[in-house]
T-cell receptor
Framework: KAGVTQTPRYLIKTRGQQVTLSCSPI?????VSWYQQTPGQGLQFLFE???????NKGNFPGRFSGRQFSNSRSEMNVSTLELGDSALYLC??????????????FGEGSRLTVL | GENVEQHPSTLSVQEGDSAVIKCTYS??????FPWYKQELGKRPQLIID?????GEKKDQRIAVTLNKTAKHFSLHITETQPEDSAVYFC?????????????FGGGTRVLVKP
């Protein structure tokens, strides 16, 4: 069974640009969540989708957005990039509706560098 | 919202010794507490979890304890081996309404010296 796949794995952007990251969950998983990982802040929750609906959103500015498609694949977008957006963006999928009955499976991440 | 504090931030132990990582959480409604291990350059992977109706759970050399009254939980690794070297994250999740959202601690970098 294929794991969570994230693309692209690495990308370099300049300030002011926008970026779209993609996540394909494990087959059958309907929940997809996104986390930002930085050395100083650890793993910060961005948002979570279940059956195309955003159920939770973290404390990030409106420049961070996402969506989920009917096949459960998800994308996140960051507009007007800032230097501080440089981070590893991790996607995670889960089979269950809530964590009381299922675990998160992480992808390898998309490493974004903003120059 | 939920806040999770994790200590220590770094931990160096001799091979064969035990390692203990402690976390505290703020939301008394949290009822699911997983631990993830992230090796260098790899993705985080679940190693053990505990739910609020259980006080302790063991899986071979690792164990987790939960004190709901004090709102803290700990990871214990016994007989540490070099392959235990990694960053460990604790996390907490609330009631079902929270969906699949985890609030993570800041991480503990564990180094096992041979």
């Amino acid at each position: 069974k294929a794991g969570v796949t994230q693309t692209p794995r690495y990308l370099i952007k300049t300030r002011g640009q926008q970026v779209t990251l993609s996540c394909s969950p494990i087959s059958g998983h309907r929940s997809v969540s996104w986390y930002q990982q930085t050395p100083g802040q650890g793993l910060q929750f961005l948002f979570e989708y279940f059956s195309e609906t955003q159920r939770n959103k973290g404390n990030f500015p409106g420049r961070f957005s996402g969506r989920q498609f009917s096949n459960s694949r998800s994308e996140m977008n960051v507009s007007t990039l800032e230097l501080g957006d440089s981070a590893l963006y991790l996607c995670a999928s889960s089979l269950r509706r809530d964590l009381n009955t299922g675990e998160l499976f992480f992808g390898e991440g998309s490493r974004l560098t903003v120059l | 919202g939920e806040n999770v504090e994790q200590h220590p931030s770094t931990l160096s132990v001799q091979e064969g010794d035990s390692a203990v990582i402690k976390c505290t959480y703020s939301d008394s409604a949290s009822n699911y507490f997983p631990w993830y291990k992230q090796e260098l350059g790899k993705r985080p992977q679940l190693i053990i979890d505990i739910r609020s109706n259980v006080g302790e759970k063991k899986d071979q050399r690792i164990a987790v304890t939960l004190n709901k009254t004090a709102k803290h939980f700990s990871l214990h690794i016994t007989e540490t081996q070099p392959e235990d070297s990694a960053v460990y994250f604790c996390a907490a999740s609330g009631f079902k309404a929270a969906g699949n959202k985890l609030t993570f601690g800041g991480g503990t970098r564990v180094l096992v010296k041979p």
